[in-house]
């Protein structure tokens, strides 16, 4: 397996607020932080919950996935210990920006489009431009922060914010870095949202109807955005800076599964492989685990085929292991995945294992020992965290308590 990698910070902005502890609390509280938008119900950041210290002139002419992103750093950085910007010294090989996204870009090319067609090439302004890309939200992220490392961004649906996490902690259990940056960002398309509507994968009622993950009534998804962005670094690295580890990624994988390109993979047997590996790696068995944290997202498919492939990857042992998803709070994204990390990462840290919001009627078909109501206050040894992307993207991805 090469370098042990290990979390030292988390930044989030998130529906419920900037920082980690609103989300964390919201959470663990079984909280939601739906609302009405543009004739849905979407998970929307509060205005202003994205301001950061870059001074107004460098804030001002960001897109919103970038202000997401960059403020999320920011904070995981300070978490972390690391001065942002950060100095480089001459030995250091920098810090890696590794980010997912699905929606980063979307909002400002339309507009750069709209007016270049309505109004013509003089009238476009040359400050969209950079932010019609979906790997503005990263590139901003470096350029404010003094990043220096490598600079990627994966576009793998709703997978992409965990896959952000495996391949970081490839490239530093391979050597080739020490630390990363990386998680996720989303903000709200209703270029998306209309297209998701026209699927019929996403709920059709107000806030209060959304039944959520898992549960019997759930007839499909409510979109959300957010940042949520942890520090990853070699445990050699975080031992000669004193820094104190919050989790351990003790394991990862990323497999395609088969299923149509609009929608969610649909062979179980697939999905749990994906677990396997990542259990296999990290040196788990099924019995060790904390808790799942779900992908499920409130559409009848996805969650009932991840609770197949759980029942195919934890046999009999699947009783004993609590489930939940962040989705009945956060909304589903690309991010979301990221958020499910980011709480693993806090429930091993401080000793909880969250609900998912909003569920009073559990599917019993689907034999899951859901949380519901409000945390769970216990010792978490270790998390196994799940992420489908519409596609065929599956990302598994195991957590535990730092070993040091």
């Known amino acids: 397996m090469g370098e042990r990698v290990v979390v030292t910070g988390g930044g989030a902005v998130s529906p419920f607020g900037a920082g980690l502890r609103p989300l964390a609390e919201g959470l663990a509280g079984g909280r939601r932080a739906l609302a009405r938008a543009e004739g849905v119900t979407v998970a929307r950041v509060p205005a202003g919950a994205s301001a950061g210290p870059f001074g107004a002139n460098a804030w001002r002419r960001l897109d919103l996935g970038s202000k997401l992103a960059a403020a999320a750093a920011f904070q995981a950085l300070q978490a972390a210990g690391y001065p942002a910007p950060v100095e480089r010294s001459a030995n250091d090989t920098g810090i890696a920006t590794v980010l997912g996204t699905m929606t980063a870009g979307i909002a400002t090319l339309r507009a750069f489009q709209e007016t270049l067609c309505l109004e013509g090439p003089g009238s476009v302004s040359p400050m969209l ?78 806030p209060g109807e959304f039944p959520g993950p898992f549960a019997r009534a759930r007839r499909g998804f409510t979109p959300g955005e957010g940042a949520y962005i942890v520090v990853l670094e070699s445990l050699d690295r975080a031992r000669w ?17 088969r299923g149509p390109a609009h ?69 589903e994204s690309a991010a979301a995945s990221a958020c499910s990390a980011l709480l693993g990462v806090l429930s091993i840290r401080d000793g909880f294992i ?51």
């Open 129 to 206: 431009f950079p932010f019609t890309v979906p790997n503005a939200p990263a590139s901003q992220c470096s350029i404010l922060l003094g990043l220096t490392g490598p600079n990627l961004t994966l576009c793998q649906m709703e997978a992409s914010g965990l896959a952000a996490l495996a391949v970081a902690a490839d490239l530093i259990r391979s050597g080739s870095i020490e630390v990363a940056v990386a998680g996720a960002v989303d903000e709200w398309s209703a270029v998306f949202g209309r297209a998701w509507a026209r699927l019929r994968l996403t709920h059709r009622g107000g």
């Open 354 to 404: 969250p609900p998912v919001a909003g569920l009073v009627d559990p599917d019993p078909d689907l034999g899951l020992d859901l949380v519901t109501g409000e945390a769970r206050r216990e010792r978490v040894p270790s998390v196994l965290v799940n992420a489908l992307g519409t596609g065929g993207s599956v990302c598994s991805l195991v957590l535990a308590r730092p070993e040091v």
């Open 263 to 331: 929608a969610w993979p649909r062979d179980p047997e697939e999905v749990a492989g994906a677990m396997r590996d990542a259990l296999s790696q990290a040196g788990l068995r099924p019995q060790e685990i904390g808790y799942v944290a779900g992908s499920a997202n409130g559409t009848r498919a996805l969650d009932a085929v991840e609770a197949d492939a759980l029942r195919l990857a934890f046999g009999g042992e699947l009783r004993r292991v609590p489930v939940t998803s962040v989705k009945g709070a956060v909304g």
């Open 241 to 257: 800076r004193g820094a104190a580890p919050w989790a351990e990624l003790k394991g990862e994988s990323i497999v395609h599964a």
